[in-house]
């Protein structure tokens, strides 16, 4: 695995996971599937940036609940993770970062609410953890580290990996709408 440097310690792995097809229809507001299980809070509205942030944790994937939808989501989540860990495991070794304990992911949707440029959202500012993986859902995304004027443009299947505080804090960003899922190592 020979990952795309794009700074010190931060790193961007290409095609390390896929997505059913379905997958963006299913997590949408409108679909069918009880989406309300998982719950969505705001973590940025359209008068701080251009955009809403939604964040909807996933750790009701390991409980024992018996449910379609959260099933579904099960059989997505679990071969990304399998998947990323590789990448992690790598990603650690070469940075010399002793593992740690691995939390659950979020599920984060940023949609962009108006014709600036692009929308930008705050993903993490000095947050406890190693290190902080970063996968891209949709077709395009993007992560922003202004402490050290970096943006790294992502696509389905990518994993972005960074220290989990200052000065790799970083946003996360938009040109319309885009999914990410995110988890901390601490």
């Given at each position: ?16 996971f ?5 997958l ?11 989406w309300?299980?998982i ?7 359209a ?8 964040c909807?944790p ?8 018996n449910?379609?939808?959260?099933d ?8 990304i ?17 002793k ?6 992911y ?6 962009k ?7 930008v ?12 993986e ?13 402490s ?39």
């Amino acid at each position: 695995m020979i990952p795309d440097s794009r700074g010190p310690l931060v790193s961007l792995y290409d095609n390390i996971f896929r997505i059913p097809d379905d997958l963006v229809e299913k997590i949408s507001r409108e679909a069918d599937g009880d989406w309300s299980l998982i719950q969505y809070f705001t973590g940025a509205d359209a008068s701080e940036t251009n955009a809403l942030s939604e964040c909807g944790p996933l750790a009701l994937l390991r409980t024992e609940m018996n449910d379609s939808f959260v099933d579904y989501m099960r059989g997505v989540i679990g071969p990304i993770e399998q998947d990323a860990n590789e990448s992690l495991d790598d990603y650690l070794t070469v940075q010399g970062i002793k593992g740690g304990q691995t939390n659950n992911y979020d599920l984060i949707r940023i949609t962009k609410l108006s014709e600036a440029t692009r929308s930008v959202v705050l993903g993490n500012r000095l947050q406890e953890g190693l290190v902080a993986e970063i996968c891209c859902l949709s077709d395009r995304g993007a992560v922003h580290f202004p402490s050290i004027d970096e943006t790294v443009e992502m696509s389905c299947g990518q994993v972005v990996y960074a220290p989990g505080g200052f000065p790799y804090e970083h946003q996360l960003c938009s040109d319309n709408q885009t999914t990410y899922l995110k988890r901390l190592i601490r």
